[in-house]
């Protein structure tokens, strides 16, 4: 399992707490199933699957959330309709995060 190190941007300090918990629950489970977890953080995997905000403006793009979204489209592209939505950003991101973590031997995403 790949899981996104939590890094607090912009929010209040009640958020960062909430985040921080909600992903030691993940955490928390895997483990007691037994499920490895590999962590990373934000920027490394992105700077690997090439989806930071230089390769977005290189590639015509304003804004990070699309670019994520076209990535996506391109290696998925029978499913690009789950990534069609401006608010399916995050759901592009997690399967990049997903295609990053089979890259680097996550045997479970």
Not at 22 to 31: R, T, Y
Not at 58 to 66: C, E, I, P, R, T
Not at 77 to 104: I, K, Q, Y
Request: aromatic share 8%.
């Amino acid at each position: 399992m790949v899981l996104e190190e939590p890094i607090p941007v912009g929010a209040p300090k009640v958020s960062y707490l909430s985040q921080g918990a909600n992903v030691g629950v993940v955490a928390g489970v895997a483990g007691a199933l037994g499920i490895p977890v590999l962590w990373v953080h934000p920027l490394s995997w992105k700077r690997t699957m090439c989806v930071t905000s230089r390769d977005a403006t290189a590639n015509g793009f304003a804004d990070l959330k699309s670019f994520s979204r076209h990535v996506a489209s391109g290696l998925f592209p029978s499913h690009a309709t789950h990534f069609a939505r401006v608010r399916d950003h995050d759901r592009a991101e997690a399967a990049l995060l997903a295609v990053w973590g089979m890259l680097h031997g996550a045997t479970t995403v």
